[in-house]
T-cell receptor
Framework: SQTIHQWPATLVQPVGSPLSLECTVE??????LYWYRQAAGRGLQLLFY??????ISSEVPQNLSASRPQDRQFILSSKKLLLSDSGFYLC??????????????FGSGTRLTVV | GIQVEQSPPDLILQEGANSTLRCNFS?????LQWFHQNPWGQLINLFY???GTKQNGRLSATTVATERYSLLYISSSQTTDSGVYFC??????????FGGGTRLMVKP
């Protein structure tokens, strides 16, 4: 069966420090991968998505970047964190097909606090 | 893009009560999912239901795609049902768009 792992679960970082959040998927190949952010309140905002190695699309211009160095690995990074980067970050995957839609499965999330 | 509206925004129930959550969307979709976000933040997939009706224990969902809405039914609610319920949709080639959620509190 497919599983998605995301770490760390919580992170407290000072302003101006770098960030690296990692997400890996097991049990499938060529998945579509996504990074979402949930700020205080309810809304989930799509940050990045990837349909293959090295292919990254950004939905919102921001202080963050994403990379996909391997088929089932998705990394969210920042060179210098801002206070506004605080939030709950969720990684997700869906089966790798561009023609039809299938369900998304989410990781357990990383709660980032920038101080 | 597609607009997704959920109602009610907040709901308080006594344990054992039943409830219906609604999701309206503005355009035709290929995918509709209901998620439960638990107090720890994890998004749990409840249903993948672009059309029709599905049931899983005390939960069931119905999507009427032609009328662009979906309903999530919770019967005999329990305190562990508390959390935020999200509806999310997408069309072919587009990304999943979330509604604003319904925050449910079930009191013992």
């Amino acid at each position: 069966s497919q599983t998605i792992h995301q770490w760390p679960a919580t992170l407290v970082q000072p302003v101006g420090s770098p960030l690296s959040l990692e997400c890996t998927v097991e049990g499938t190949s060529n998945p579509n991968l996504y990074w979402y952010r949930q700020a205080a309140g309810r809304g989930l905002q799509l940050l990045f998505y990837s349909v293959g190695i090295g292919q990254i699309s950004s939905e919102v211009p921001q202080n963050l970047s994403a990379s996909r160095p391997q088929d089932r690995q998705f990394i969210l990074s920042s060179k210098k964190l801002l206070l506004s980067d605080s939030g709950f970050y969720l990684c997700a995957w869906s089966p790798g097909t561009r023609l039809r839609n299938y369900g998304y499965t989410f990781g357990s999330g990383t709660r980032l606090t920038v101080v | 893009g597609i607009q997704v509206e959920q109602s009610p925004p907040d709901l308080i129930l006594q344990e054992g009560a039943n409830s219906t959550l609604r999701c309206n969307f503005s355009d035709s979709v290929n995918n509709l999912q209901w998620f439960h976000q638990n107090p720890w933040g994890q998004l749990i997939n409840l249903f993948y239901i672009p059309s029709g009706t599905k049931q899983n224990g005390r939960l069931s969902a119905t999507t009427v795609a032609t009328e662009r809405y979906s309903l999530l039914y919770i019967s005999s609610s329990q305190t562990t049902d508390s959390g935020v319920y999200f509806c999310a949709v997408n069309r072919a080639g587009n990304m999943l768009t979330f509604g604003g959620g319904t925050r449910l509190m079930v009191k013992p």
